[in-house]
Structure formats: structure tokens, C-alpha cells
Nanobody, 114 residues
Framework: QVHLVESGGGLVQAGGSLRLSCAAS????????PDWYRQAPGKQRELVAS??????ANYADSVKGRFTISRGNDKTVYLQMDSLKPDDTAVYYC?????????WGQGTQVTVSS
């Protein structure tokens, strides 16, 4: 069993920054490095950023140049979000592919005011 816990969400004005954290616990050897998804009201959940074990990162086009994913120890991952826009408002989820199933965190709300 693996638990993913997000933190760092909140309310911020447009142009501001937030840093999200995802802490993994339990049988972390059964999961890949976690990645970040988000889901805005009325929209489908989308992949925001991912990072490989070698440190190679990929981003959704909508956040390139503004968000940065990074790794810590024990499959902890971070998402530095700069130059935030109202369109970034969503619940942000930590996700990890694993065996025998993928895992999701409970989500953290990010609200960007204009």
C-alpha cells in the first residue's frame, strides 16, 4: 500500500507563486516517481508535469516555462508554480503508477484570483 499526500495549495493572486509538495509513504518501491495532474471545475483531469527517475521532466504546453517539477528523497516530488494565471485554478493531484495499481493523493486546491 502507498499513500500520497499533497500540500502547499492555497489562494494566490495572478502572477504569484506556489510550491506544491507530494510525499509518498508505504511501499514506495512499488511505484514510479509521482507526477502531477489537475482538474478544474467541469473539465477532465489532465497531466501537468512528470519527471523520470533520471530527472527528465515533461510539461503540459499550458504550463511550460512557468511550472517546474523536481524530486526529493524517497519519491517526494515538488511542483513550483510561477506566474500563475486564473486558468491554473484547479485541484492538483499527485499520482504514481505502481503495481498492482496506480495511486492518487487526495488533492490540494489551488485558486488563482484575477
Amino acid at each position: 500500500q502507498v499513500h500520497l499526500v499533497e500540500s502547499g495549495g492555497g489562494l494566490v493572486q495572478a502572477g504569484g507563486s506556489l510550491r506544491l509538495s507530494c510525499a509518498a509513504s508505504g511501499n514506495i518501491f512499488s511505484i514510479n516517481v509521482p507526477d502531477w495532474y489537475r482538474q478544474a471545475p467541469g473539465k477532465q483531469r489532465e497531466l501537468v508535469a512528470s519527471i523520470t527517475s533520471a530527472g527528465s521532466a515533461n510539461y503540459a504546453d499550458s504550463v511550460k516555462g512557468r511550472f517546474t517539477i523536481s524530486r526529493g528523497n524517497d519519491k517526494t516530488v515538488y511542483l513550483q508554480m510561477d506566474s500563475l494565471k486564473p486558468d491554473d485554478t484547479a485541484v492538483y493531484y499527485c499520482h504514481a503508477a505502481g503495481w498492482p495499481r496506480p495511486y492518487w493523493g487526495q488533492g490540494t486546491q489551488v485558486t488563482v484570483s484575477s
